[in-house]
């Protein structure tokens, strides 16, 4: 590489640094106020007791059912992706995925997500019946 | 808030100093990265309330399971956790569509990033510069890039950390690294030309 390309390079990279710098600068105040939270919200967690999704008494049977719920959807949504009846690694990759804490939730509530699909392409579908696109 | 909830928390005084002292640095610390890291994660993800959430997260994490290693520890460790943040929001997006049009019983798309982003003559990052900044254009050429060239090029520039830090966070090697970067800064020099 030469001199004149390293230097510019190097160019580069500082005025790219000084965009960001900029960017950072010119965050607005709800998203710095919002930040304070979550960074206090963080910190609390030096003195509150560990707590987990785990230790709620019905979380064993829901997880249970999540899982074998999502494994069925996955086996349903993708047959391409299983060779003889089991489930190769991306299958298994996107189950872990779900099964994180907070996927969890989501997934004991897939009858309201899914009604909220629905009310979203309604009012979509809606939008577009009175002209309003 | 929490460093008043820090003085009145654990009994033991010895404990309770420990405790006192490293909360007070690790307010420090995220104080001093939560602006950058939320722009970094912006970048990636373009949703503002998904990259507050991403970056929340991250804080978390790494006060739940590191707070207790050494600070010099912290900047890598956060970064790796907001980039493997980063990467199960958009793996997530693609599971969770899946889930959700099969309950709904419809046929659909599945969701794919690359399309999500913004049109062709959008992605122009001359173009983009014409219309807007040229903040918008970097950002738009960052889209471009490979994933780990891009992080590469952020942790090194955005976040001025060295390539042993960089390489810690990224989970690779520094020789990687290196070739990670020099790559993106080609391919971005490449892309902008001489317009930033």
Same mark, same amino acid.
């Given at each position: 590489m030469s001199t004149e390309s390293r230097?510019?390079?190097?160019?580069?990279?500082?005025?790219a640094k000084q965009l960001f710098d900029?960017?950072?600068d010119r965050l607005d105040a709800r998203t710095r106020s919002?930040?304070?939270?979550?960074?206090?919200? !963080?910190?609390?967690? $030096?003195?509150?007791?560990?707590?987990?999704?785990w230790r709620r008494p019905w979380a064993p049977a829901g997880a249970a059912a999540a899982a074998l719920t999502v494994l069925l959807v996955l086996w349903l949504d993708a047959p391409e992706r299983t060779v003889n009846g089991t489930f190769d690694m991306? !299958?298994?990759?996107? $189950?872990e995925l779900l099964l994180a804490e907070e996927e969890l939730e989501?997934?004991?509530?897939?009858e309201f997500y899914a009604w909220l699909e629905e009310q979203v392409e309604l009012g979509d579908a809606q939008g577009v019946e009175d002209g309003v696109g | 808030m929490a460093l008043a909830a820090l003085m009145r928390g654990?009994?033991?005084?010895?404990?309770?100093?420990r405790t006192l002292e490293s909360g007070i640095?690790?307010?420090a610390f995220l104080r001093e990265v939560e602006t950058r890291a939320y722009r970094i994660a912006l970048v990636n993800i373009r949703d503002a309330d998904d990259a507050l959430d991403i970056v929340q997260d991250a804080m978390m994490r790494l006060v739940r399971r590191y707070a207790d290693r050494p600070s010099e520890e912290w900047r890598?460790?956060?970064?790796?956790?907001?980039?493997?943040?980063?990467?199960?929001?958009?793996?997530?997006r693609v599971v969770r569509g899946k889930i959700l049009r099969f309950f709904a019983g419809q046929e659909g798309e599945e969701y794919d990033p690359v399309a999500q982003a913004p049109g062709p003559a959008a992605d122009n990052p001359a173009d983009a510069l014409a219309r807007s900044d040229a903040m918008d254009a970097l950002e738009r050429a960052l889209a471009e890039l490979p994933r780990r060239q891009r992080e590469a090029f952020m942790l090194r520039n955005f976040e001025g950390m060295d390539v042993a830090g960089t390489a810690k966070a990224m989970g690779c090697s520094q020789g990687s690294v290196k070739t990670h970067h020099s790559r993106a800064v080609r391919r971005l020099r490449d892309l902008l030309g001489e317009h930033i």
């Open positions: 230097k510019g390079d190097s160019e580069f990279e500082e005025r900029e960017s950072v919002k930040l304070t939270q979550a960074r206090y919200r !963080a910190l609390e967690q $030096l003195t509150a007791p560990a707590g987990s999704v991306a !299958a298994t990759s996107d $189950l989501m997934i004991q509530e897939l | 654990p009994t033991c005084p010895q404990r309770e100093d640095e690790m307010e890598p460790l956060f970064y790796r956790i907001l980039k493997n943040r980063i990467r199960d929001w958009q793996r997530r």
